[in-house]
């Protein structure tokens, strides 16, 4: 069965600092896409980063970065430089050949002045 | 250049009554989602459609229909409202290509009571 696991509800971190959020997925397909998301308290969702199970090279957008680790099956959002506009949930999620997309729990990220 | 738009924006419902959502979208997108967010649990798919005709269960598919008579809008109903199904609903669009991202729409508020 196809799942998404982010296991940090929530996090804090001070200003400036990276961060580090957690994704792992479970799937049979060999073929599939991972996307982040951001959602602000205002609700709206921002495409963040994509990733595909045969990119060689770690995606990088700006500030965002992703740590793929295909044989671990995780694919975790590394943000440098925290801002505190970067305050919002953040969501993994992933498509598969059947072109059904799931989503993540999320992780609530606090950057801290 | 609207983009994915929902309506209605705000609903309540009485336990039992019945409603439709409506999902409309103008990027000519073949693929379209209906997810529900509650809190701590991430956005969960409920049905999806990937393409005019054509619909899909998702993860949690129980005490909701959908349609897609015309490519453009993507129908979600409610036969027999229940306070369980009181959430945020979005809906999603996403184009052919395995690396496009999704394209949200605002969010419709519904509350059974």
């Known amino acids: 069965a196809q799942k998404i696991t982010q296991t940090q509800p929530g996090m804090f971190v001070q200003e400036k600092e990276a961060v580090t959020l957690d994704c792992t997925y479970d799937?049979?397909?060999?073929?599939?896409?991972l996307f982040w998301y951001k959602q602000p308290s205002s609700g709206e969702m921002i495409f963040l980063i994509y990733?595909?199970?045969?990119?060689?090279q770690n995606a990088t957008e700006g500030r965002y970065s992703l740590n793929f680790q295909k044989a671990r099956k995780s694919a975790n959002l590394v943000i440098s430089a925290s801002q505190l506009g970067d305050s919002a949930m953040y969501f993994c999620?992933?498509?598969?050949?059947?072109?059904?997309?799931?989503f993540g729990k999320g992780t609530r990220l606090h950057i801290l002045p | 250049n609207a983009g994915v738009t929902q309506t209605p924006k705000f609903r309540v419902l009485k336990t039992g009554q019945s409603m439709t959502l409506l999902c409309a979208q103008d990027?000519?997108?073949?693929?379209m989602y209906w997810y529900r967010q509650d809190p701590g649990m991430g956005l969960r798919l409920i049905h999806y459609?990937?393409?005019?005709?054509?619909?899909a269960k998702g993860e949690v598919p129980d005490g909701y229909n959908v349609s897609r008579l015309k490519k453009q809008n993507f129908l979600l109903g409610l036969e027999s409202a229940a306070p369980s199904q009181t959430s945020v609903y979005f809906c999603?669009?996403?184009?052919?290509?395995?690396?496009?991202?999704?394209?949200f729409g605002d969010g419709t508020r519904l509350s059974i009571l």
């Open positions: 990027m000519n997108h073949e693929y």
């Open positions: 799937t049979s397909d060999q073929s599939y896409g």
């Open positions: 999620a992933m498509r598969n050949r059947d072109d059904k997309i799931i």
């Open positions: 999603a669009t996403a184009g052919t290509y395995s690396n496009q991202p999704q394209h």
């Open positions: 459609s990937v393409g005019e005709g054509t619909t």
């Open positions: 990733q595909g199970s045969y990119d060689e």
